[in-house]
C-alpha cells in the first residue's frame, strides 16, 4: 500500500541515505547482517553509551534500527514470509529488544532514543509475520507508556504517514491502537493534538479502504474498529474539556465519525459490509455525544454547524479530510435501515424525525438534496443505494407531494425523478459488471471458465434494467418519450442499454442475455421509433435558428449519437439469430 509521506527531519533524510547507500553495497549489506547476535550486541553498545554520555549523534540507536530495518527489508522481499526459521530469527530479536526496554537497569534516555528508531520497524515486522505481531505490539505499548505522550504522538503519526508495500493494512491496525492509547495520555492542547493526527489516520483511511478485497476482509474491519479506538480516545478528551474548546473538539470529533461512517459504507464485499454494523452503531452513539440528532442528519444542517465552528483559514487541510461528512450523515439515518441494533438504537428519535421532515416542506427538499450525495455517488453499493432510495420514498410520499403542489411543481415530475435516479444506480451496477467483463478477458479467462463460475444467468440486474429502459423509452401511458423535455432521462436509459448491449456482445454464445424475441422488440419498439423523432426536432431546430433552438440542438446531439449507437449495436446482435 503506497501513501505519500509527509515532510520529514533532515536526520530522517539522512537515516534514509544511509540505509540506502548500504542497500546497495553488499559487504555493507553483510556487515549488519540481522541476527540476534548483533541486535544484542548492538544493544550492549547503546547502553554503553548512554552510560558514558557518548551519544550525541544518535548512531548507536540507529545502528539498532539498522539491523531491524535489514530484518524487516528481508522479509518484505521474500515471497515466503512465514518461512519458520526466518520468523523464528525476527521474533526473537524483537524480544531482544523488548527484554532491555523493560530491564529495571535501562536507561531513559536510551529508550526514548529507541522510540525514536524502532516504532516503523517494529510494526513493519508484527505486520509482515504473524508470529511476531504480539511482540511488536508490546514494544510500541512500551514506547507509549514510558516516553513522552506528545513526542510518541509525533513518531506515531510519522509512521502512520510512511510509504509502505506489504501488509499495510496489518501495519496501520496497530498503529491505529496505539495512536488511540496515547491520545487519553495527551494533557494538554489537546485539539491541537488531535487537528495534527486525524488527517494522517484519514488519508490511511481513504488510500486502503477502495483496494480492500475479499481476501483482507477480516483485517479491514479490523482497520475500521482501531479507526473507532481513536474516535472514543477523542472522545474521553472532550469529557476532560470544558466551554468553547470542547465545542470545536467535539465539532472535530463528529466530522471523523461521519466521515468514517462513510468509509465504513463504502465496501461493496456483503459479509464485511454486515460485519461492520457494530462500528457504525459505536459512531452513532459518539454522534450522539457530540450533539447531533437525526433530524439535523437529515437535513445536513447538524454538519453545517460542525463544520461552522472550525477554523476554515487555520484548518482548510483538516476540513479537506472530512470531503465525505455529508454523505456520511445521509448514511448514518440509512444504517437504521441496514442494522437492528442501530435501528434500535434510533427507535422513536428517528420516526419523530422524519415526521418533521415531512410536515415542513423546506426541511423536506432539503433532506432529498442531501440524498443526492449518496444516491449520485459511484462508491457506495447497491444495498446501500437501495436503502437510500427506500428512505427518498418514505420522505417524498406522494400524498404529501399533492399536499406541497401549492410551493413546488413536483407531482408530475416525481415519477420521472425516481426514474432517473434508478436509472442512474442501475447505470453504476452495469459499469461495474464492465469492468469485471475486462478484467476477466485481460486474465485470459477462457470460456470454459465462464460457463462454471456458478453464477446466476442473466444476472438479476438485467431484468431490472430493461423494465427501468422500457420505462423511459417506452411510457407506461403511451406513445415515446416527450422529446426534448425528458432528453436527459431519454440519455441516461439509452446509455444504459448501451453497456448492456456492450456486456452482451462480449459473452460466447452460451451466455448471451438477449434472446432474439426481446432483442426484436428492443430494436423495434424501443429504438426505431425514437430515430425519426430525434431526427425531425433536430431538422425543426437548424430550420429555427433561435438560441432555443440552439440550446435543443445540443441537447440532444448526445441522444442522437447514443440512439444511432445502440441501433448499430442490435443490428449485429440480430444477425447473429
Not at 496497530?174 to 496515547?182: C, G, I, P, Y
Not at 483485517?219 to 474539556?241: F, P, S, T
Not at 472550525?310 to 479530510?321: G, P, Q, R, T
Not at 442501530?342 to 432529498?368: C, F, P
Request: proline share 4%; aromatic share 6%.
Amino acid at each position: 500500500m503506497g501513501l505519500v509521506s509527509t515532510e520529514a527531519t533532515p536526520d530522517h533524510h539522512a537515516r534514509l541515505r544511509r540505509r540506502s547507500m548500504d542497500a546497495g553495497d553488499t559487504s555493507a549489506a553483510a556487515a549488519v547482517a540481522p541476527t540476534p547476535a548483533r541486535l544484542r550486541e548492538a544493544l550492549a553498545a547503546l547502553s554503553k553509551a548512554f552510560e558514558s554520555g557518548d551519544c550525541s549523534d544518535g548512531s548507536a540507536a540507529a545502528a539498532v534500527s539498522d539491523l531491524l530495518n535489514a530484518a524487516a527489508d528481508a522479509a518484505d522481499a521474500d515471497a515466503d514470509a512465514e518461512d519458520e526459521a526466518a520468523a523464528g530469527v525476527v521474533e526473537e530479536m524483537l524480544r531482544e529488544v523488548h527484554a532491555f526496554l523493560s530491564s529495571p537497569s535501562s536507561n531513559q534516555l536510551a529508550i526514548d532514543a529507541l522510540s525514536l528508531e524502532l516504532v516503523k520497524p517494529v510494526a513493519k515486522l508484527g505486520a509482515l509475520m504473524r508470529n511476531c505481531w504480539d511482540i511488536a505490539n508490546a514494544i510500541i505499548e512500551f514506547f507509549v507508556s514510558n516516553c513522552n505522550p506528545r513526542d510518541m504522538l509525533s513518531i506515531l503519526c510519522e509512521a502512520v504517514d510512511a510509504p509502505l508495500a506489504s501488509n499495510g493494512s496489518v501495519y496501520f491496525v496497530l498503529l491505529f491502537k496505539e495512536l488511540a492509547k496515547v491520545l487519553v495520555l495527551i494533557q494538554k492542547r489537546h485539539t491541537e493534538q488531535v487537528k495534527v493526527t486525524l488527517p494522517a489516520v484519514l488519508r490511511v483511511m481513504n488510500a486502503v479502504i477502495p483496494e480492500c478485497d475479499e481476501e483482507h476482509g477480516k483485517i479491514i474491519v479490523d482497520m475500521y474498529n482501531a479507526a473507532l479506538r481513536i474516535g472514543n480516545a477523542i472522545q474521553e478528551m472532550c469529557k476532560k474539556m470544558v466551554n468553547q474548546t470542547n465545542e470545536e473538539l467535539c465539532s472535530v470529533l463528529s466530522l471523523y465519525s461521519l466521515q468514517n461512517i462513510a468509509l465504513v459504507s463504502r465496501c461493496k464485499q456483503q459479509h464485511i459490509l454486515s460485519a461492520c454494523g457494530s462500528v457504525v452503531l459505536q459512531h452513532s452513539k459518539i454522534l450522539t455525544f457530540c450533539g447531533f440528532t437525526y433530524l439535523g442528519l437529515l437535513t445536513g444542517n447538524d454538519v453545517t454547524s460542525a463544520t461552522d465552528k472550525i477554523s476554515k483559514d487555520e484548518d482548510a487541510d483538516l476540513l479537506e479530510c472530512f470531503s465525505f461528512a455529508m454523505n456520511g450523515a445521509n448514511l448514518a439515518v440509512i444504517w437504521t435501515y441496514m442494522d437492528d441494533e442501530i435501528s434500535k438504537y434510533a427507535g422513536a428519535e428517528l420516526e419523530s424525525a422524519l415526521k418533521d421532515v415531512k410536515g415542513n416542506h423546506t426541511r423536506m427538499w432539503q433532506a432529498i438534496n442531501i440524498l443526492r450525495y449518496v444516491l449520485s455517488s459511484t462508491h457506495y453499493p447497491w444495498v446501500i443505494k437501495s436503502h437510500s432510495l427506500d428512505l427518498l420514498l418514505t420522505i417524498a410520499n406522494e400524498s404529501r407531494i399533492e399536499e406541497i403542489n401549492d410551493h413546488v411543481d413536483v407531482s408530475s415530475s416525481g415519477p420521472q425523478i425516481f426514474a432517473t435516479l434508478k436509472t442512474a444506480i442501475l447505470l453504476d451496477l452495469v459499469k461495474d459488471e464492465v469492468s469485471r467483463e475486462i478484467r476477466r478477458a485481460d486474465q485470459d479467462i477462457v470460456e470454459s471458465d465462464q460457463l462454471q463460475d456458478g453464477g446466476e444467468w442473466p444476472p438479476p440486474w438485467f431484468s431490472h434494467a430493461l423494465e427501468l429502459v422500457e420505462l423511459i423509452l417506452k411510457p407506461p401511458e403511451g406513445g415515446p418519450p416527450c422529446l426534448p423535455d425528458h432528453g436527459e432521462q431519454v440519455l441516461s436509459a439509452l446509455n444504459l442499454l448501451r453497456f448492456v448491449l456492450i456486456i452482451d456482445s462480449r459473452g460466447s454464445r452460451s451466455r448471451k442475455m438477449f434472446g432474439e424475441e426481446t432483442m426484436r422488440k428492443v430494436y423495434s419498439e424501443w429504438l426505431m421509433p425514437l430515430r425519426p423523432i430525434v431526427a425531425g426536432i433536430q431538422s425543426e431546430s437548424e430550420e429555427d435558428g433561435s438560441d432555443v433552438a440552439n440550446h435543443i440542438m445540443c441537447s440532444l446531439n448526445p441522444v442522437q449519437l447514443v440512439l444511432y449507437r445502440c441501433i448499430e449495436l442490435a443490428e449485429e446482435k440480430m444477425k447473429g439469430f
